[in-house]
Every structure is written in C-alpha cells, then in structure tokens.
C-alpha cells in the first residue's frame, strides 16, 4: 500500500500504530521526535508522514513548517486538541489533513489513502464497481446499471467504505471509525439511519436487499445481487 513514517513520541502508541499499520499492508518506519522525522522524511521519502504535534524536542507545527519549506510529502498531523482554529492553523501550515486523538488504526488508513488519493499517488484504482454499481473516488459519481444515483456526502463516504471491503462485513463500529471518524462513541443508529437513505436511493430495501446486505449483530456487508 504505502511507506509511512510514524512521529510519535509516545512509545506504545507508536508501537500498536506501527504494528497495525503494517498489518494493513503499510510499509512503517517510525521515530520519536522530531529532528530524526525531518532526516528521515528527507532520506526515504515515504508516501505520507503521520505527525505528532507534541513532541519532546521540536514542536510537531515547526516540523511540519520545516518539512514544509523543502518537500512536498503529504503529511497527516495528529492532535490532541479538536478545535477549528488549531485545524485552521495546521492546513494553513501545510497539513493535508489531521486527525483527533484518540484515534484507532482504521481511521489513520482511511486518512492515509484520502490523502494519498488526493496526492495521486495510490495505485488504488479510482473506479470501484461492485455488480452494477460503479462508484468513482475522484468525481464522486456513483451509477446503479448506468443511471445516476445522487447521493449526500455520508451516504457516498459509507458507500465506498462498504465497497472497498466488497464481500466482508463490516463492523458498524469500523463504518463510524472511518466514515464519522468517531473511534469510540457514536451510536449504531448514525450508521442504521443512513443506511436506510442509501438503500433508498439504491431502489433496494432491508426486507429484499440486493446490494446491502445486514448481518444481525456483526454488521453490513456489500456483495452484486446473485
Ligand atoms: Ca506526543
């Protein structure tokens, strides 16, 4: 998938986040402050840098300035602080995007292939078709048997995460990691609820799905009608 540079300083964060990115089949280096990120970062040329604002040497926004100054890799910066003018300031330092602690590793990929989507350097294929659903990633049309389906920007994020997993259910829980970014809270019904518009517009129901398929108890999955 990606080469990623992890800064982070606390080291079981950086360990699990290291061990779950690799997992996902990321590439991870990691280091602790961040001197040693900017060296790296201009050594091996990751995809994308995951950046800890709070770090023991350097603050993570002067890094980010410095890296800044000399390259153009995408970074990710992670915050403690879920305020807009701390988000302001950090894409206005260069940030691609950021992300609130805590955060679980289904998160930090969904992020991680966002950006890298948006930098064009993912060989993901930008076109996901499932059956007759065609779902492009980078005009967000989506079309059932070539006719279009407009959908609201959560139905088309919960769409996607749901077709790049074709064939697996997945956890209402990982779908509000990664489509509401809530990694803990958030309610199963956030996920019911937009659920039922999506099955709506795709012209299908609970009671006779075709694409969207409950699983009682586990969760959603997306599988071509038989
Ligand atoms: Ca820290």
Redesign the pocket.
Known sequence: MAQVLVV???AAIRTSLTRALRDLGHGVASVASGMPALSQAMEQRPDVVLL?L??PDVDGSDVLSMLRAVSEIPVIVATARDEETEMVRLLDLGADDYIVKPFTAAQVNARIRAVLRRSGRTDEDPVITVGGLRIDTRSYEVTLEDEPVELARKEFELLLALARRAGEVVTKRDLLAEVWQLAWGGSDRTVDVHLSWLRRKLGESAAQPRYLHSVRGVGVRLAPPP
Request: hydrophobic share 15%; proline share 0%; no cysteine.
């Open positions: 982070e300083d606390d800890d709070g770090l």
